[in-house]
């Protein structure tokens, strides 16, 4: 029964391995997607502060609200 289970933790280890292999496994892809996130934040929050206060960008105000949106991201 031990040896059964043994075979079948390697068997997941080894398709883990080969599933994170097969998309680079450098972690660019997980870089590429907090940039891509944090920089969609910056566009998403700019235009809801320029709404709040009538088309002016208040710098501090879209940092604020990125910064709450990234925590958000780092909960996860």
Do not use: H, Q
Not at 29 to 54: D, M, N, Q, T
């Amino acid at each position: 029964m031990a040896m059964m289970m043994t075979g079948r933790v390697l068997l997941v280890c080894a398709l883990c391995v080969l599933w994170c292999g097969a998309g680079g496994g450098d972690g660019s892809a997980v870089e590429y997607s907090f940039a891509g996130r944090l920089a969609w934040l910056r566009k998403e929050c700019a235009e809801e502060v320029g709404r709040r206060i009538g088309g002016r960008v208040n710098v501090s105000a879209v940092e604020e609200c990125v910064r709450r949106g990234m925590d958000g991201v780092r909960a996860v």
